[in-house]
């Protein structure tokens, strides 16, 4: 698969409820929620900022899984 955030090759680790866990190497794990799946077939995320939150996101958890769900997934403004 792609990863959501820099479209490089990724690993789809688990797939439930609560959404999808993707492992990418230059981006990290994170899970994007099931909600946010369903949007990312309409638009794309803002993947600078983005980064940065989930790794701010990892630094005050302390947890190498980052998440995304809809209150905080940052989305490319369309142009
Ligand atoms: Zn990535």
């Known amino acids: 698969m792609k990863c959501y955030l820099c479209g490089m090759n990724a690993q789809p680790l688990s797939d439930s ?31 600078l900022p983005m980064r940065e ?10 947890s190498v899984l980052a998440d995304i769900n809809s209150l905080n997934a940052i989305w490319r403004q369309p142009t």
Request: proline share 2%.
């Open 17 to 47: 409820a609560a959404g999808q866990v993707v492992q990418c190497p230059d981006c990290g794990e994170y899970r994007v929620s099931q909600e946010v799946l369903r949007e990312l077939n309409e638009r794309q995320f803002d993947y």
């Open 53 to 62: 939150a989930l790794h701010r996101q990892r630094q005050t958890q302390a």
